[in-house]
């Protein structure tokens, strides 16, 4: 086990590097200097003397090995450069948008958790029947729906039509807590359905495996009631994937903060990065994307980790 | 296949082509003809685009501006008095211009990659795992809109980012499918009888990893619908004056609370054009997997 997981986290320091290579290259593909074009609406261009110091303060002139490795040592010991469009530190801007993306997160979580499991098991237990092809249908159609159009028809029902919700907006939890919560019912339950969709795929997939398997077999042959050998044999290793997609949702779940965020007007990470992205502010685009790869990669090797745990047999490989 | 055929993933039955057996599949699918017959029509509309649309999608008529429906615009107009059904005909071509092209170029460069890494094998598979893997760190939506942001807006550089950042899935089955197939006993006979590597490659490796792939394209085109109405929704997808679904979808939602048919029509489409894709792969997958025959949703 030890060994394991020793291999498993060089693969993740490899992963990195290439990640971190990759965000750097990406940045500088912004066609100039991307800070000389930030800079270009503040400073006069025409003259090339300003040009040069503004190059020269943020060390454009050095060949980009050399810009490589100062921006990664900066960026370990935690100066994350200075946002191009709001002038703050970009690390303070990170962690005060944390939350908003956190409390999201945990909402979405919570909602697909409780629309994927029940539905994925009842698709898998009443298999082939018109409950389960509804079912099917309803998780793909929550896999596909583009989270924006989902908001925008949420926010018409229950804000125009039916104005029961806020529409948009955030008021943090020690203001003012139940306007906290119901504005943020809407925003989690748009991020939540795609991995609940996901959830509930999975989830019919892996049981109607493992109901297939011998062990199961056995057990109705020594004549234990159906709900039984679903509750006591085959619950367990069924729920092995959701492990996984949990935990892969979390990287996705950025993504749609994106739409969400900015839709539902929250001051989170996601709508962060939109700005920074319309900005060309490179400095805090280069920050989320470092943010999100290596949350993504720690959640893969907690999920490698676990699997190892839960299924002995993935140890071997 | 004339020198050896062996037990494969997916073997078609007797006297059928795979192809026409796998179309065969597909149609007794009930959700995946569904998908088929929406897909079928979507491509005709995008293809007799100047033929349905009953306006130009940039004939402007500012004295009759967010209509809502009439008979003589039957979901309205937008914002400068554009009919919104010739606009949404119109942006049926990007869509699905986006998704096959993003989707073509994301597999071609995904199975190539997938083919060496899993016929290589050693240090370069190694090497290209590990790529694949740091690709597939980031959700491709945000890295395609930091490429959209670093390329400049526009309908190439959606596909192109698409087309970086799409292929590592591809990739990933490739390899374990060339993995699975390297070592079946037909191989092993291809390769005792002195055929070449890229021979074998071609003739016997590539055909039997096919199966997957056409799972994974499917899927794939209603990824890239998904992902350009995305990129087009936040700005920096497709630029005025032309049409998407995306666009759209973005300028309806400005007046959500006067003409909620601008916003929602757009969107309704988006989520039609991705879930016929996604039932088709669905389908597909349950045609090909013969673990999962007689599971699904059939009759």
Redesign the interface.
């Known amino acids: 086990m030890g060994r394991y997981i020793i291999v498993r986290l060089c693969?993740a320091a490899?992963?990195?590097a290439?990640?971190t290579v990759?965000v750097f290259v990406?940045?500088r593909?912004?066609?100039g200097d991307a800070i000389m074009a930030a800079m270009a609406g503040s400073v006069d261009m025409s003259d090339a003397s300003v040009v040069k110091t503004v190059r020269a303060t943020y060390g454009l002139d050095e060949p980009l090995p050399l810009q490589f490795l100062t921006w990664l040592e900066r960026f370990v010991t935690g100066d994350w450069g200075t946002s191009l469009g709001t002038g703050e530190p970009v690390l303070n801007m990170f962690l005060s948008r944390l939350p908003v993306t956190l409390e999201l997160f945990a909402g979405a979580t919570l909602w697909s958790l409780a629309i994927g499991l029940p539905v994925g098991l009842i698709g898998a237990l009443k298999?082939?029947s018109g409950t389960?092809?509804v079912l099917?249908?309803g998780a793909?159609?929550g896999?596909?729906?583009?989270s924006?159009?989902e908001a925008?028809?949420l926010?018409?029902l229950f804000a125009?039509l039916l104005p029961i919700l806020p529409p948009s907006g955030y008021v943090p939890f020690a203001e003012d807590p139940l306007l906290n919560i119901t504005s943020m019912i809407l925003p989690s339950f748009v991020l939540g359905t795609h991995s609940a969709g996901l959830l509930a795929r999975y989830v019919r997939g892996s049981l109607?495996?493992v109901l297939g398997q011998d062990f199961i077999r056995t057990a109705r042959a020594k004549g234990l009631r159906e709900r039984s050998v679903v509750i006591w044999h085959a619950l367990k290793p069924a729920m092995i994937p959701i492990v996984t997609i949990i935990g892969l949702s979390w990287?996705?779940m950025?993504?749609g903060a994106?739409?969400v965020e900015?839709?539902f007007a929250l001051p989170g990470l996601g709508r962060m990065?939109?700005d920074a992205?319309?900005q060309?502010d490179f400095p805090v685009?280069q920050a989320?994307?470092i943010a999100?790869?290596v949350n993504?990669?720690l959640v893969?090797v907690l999920v490698d980790i676990l699997y190892g745990y839960l299924d002995p047999r993935v140890r071997i490989r | 296949m004339s020198e050896v055929v062996g037990a494969t993933p997916a073997r078609p039955a007797a006297g059928r082509s795979p192809l026409m057996s796998l179309v065969l599949a597909v149609g007794r699918h009930?959700?995946a003809s569904v998908g088929l017959v929406v897909v079928a029509l979507l491509s005709l509309v995008a293809l007799l685009a100047p033929l349905l649309a009953p306006y130009s999608p940039y004939e402007q008529d500012l004295y009759n501006v967010l209509s809502g429906p009439s008979p003589a615009h039957w979901l309205g107009t937008d914002n400068v008095g554009r009919d919104l059904l010739s606009r949404l005909i119109y942006g049926t071509r990007i869509s699905l211009f986006v998704g096959i092209v993003g989707t073509l170029l994301s597999a071609a460069v995904g199975v190539t990659v997938g083919l060496i890494a899993g016929a290589r094998g050693g240090l370069v598979d190694a090497i290209i795992m590990?790529?694949t893997?740091?690709?597939?760190?980031?959700?491709?939506?945000?890295?395609i809109?930091?490429?959209?942001?670093?390329?400049?807006p526009g309908i190439h550089n959606v596909i192109l980012s698409f087309a970086l950042f799409g292929w590592t899935g591809f990739a990933r089955i490739i390899r374990g499918q060339v993995l699975l197939v390297r070592e079946l006993p037909y191989v092993e006979a291809a390769r005792s009888i002195g055929m070449s590597p890229l021979r074998i490659m071609w003739r016997h490796i590539l055909p039997n990893t096919l199966a997957p792939i056409i799972v994974a394209v499917s899927i794939s085109i209603?990824l890239a619908i998904?992902v350009e109405?995305?990129v087009s929704?936040?700005?920096?997808g497709v630029q005025p004056p032309t049409a998407s679904w995306g666009k759209e979808?973005r300028v309806g939602?400005t007046y959500?609370?006067t003409v909620?048919l601008f916003?929602?029509v757009?969107?309704?489409l988006?989520?039609l054009a991705?879930?016929a894709f996604?039932?088709i792969g669905?389908g597909l997958r349950d045609a090909l997997d013969p673990?999962?025959r007689g599971?699904?949703?059939?009759s």
Do not use: Q
């Open positions: 693969h490899i992963v990195l290439v990640v990759l990406i940045a593909l912004i066609p298999r082939n389960d092809v099917t249908a793909l159609l896999v596909s729906l583009p924006y159009w925008i028809v926010i018409y125009v109607l495996e990287g996705g950025l993504a994106f739409f900015v839709i990065s939109v992205i319309f060309k685009i989320t994307l999100v790869s993504v990669l893969n | 009930r959700l590990r790529i893997d740091a690709f597939l760190c980031f959700p491709p939506l945000i890295f809109l930091a490429m959209s942001a670093a390329l400049g209603g998904l109405s995305g929704f936040l700005g920096l979808l939602f959500i609370e909620p916003s929602i757009p969107g309704l988006i989520a991705v879930i996604n039932f669905d673990r999962l599971a699904m949703g059939r």
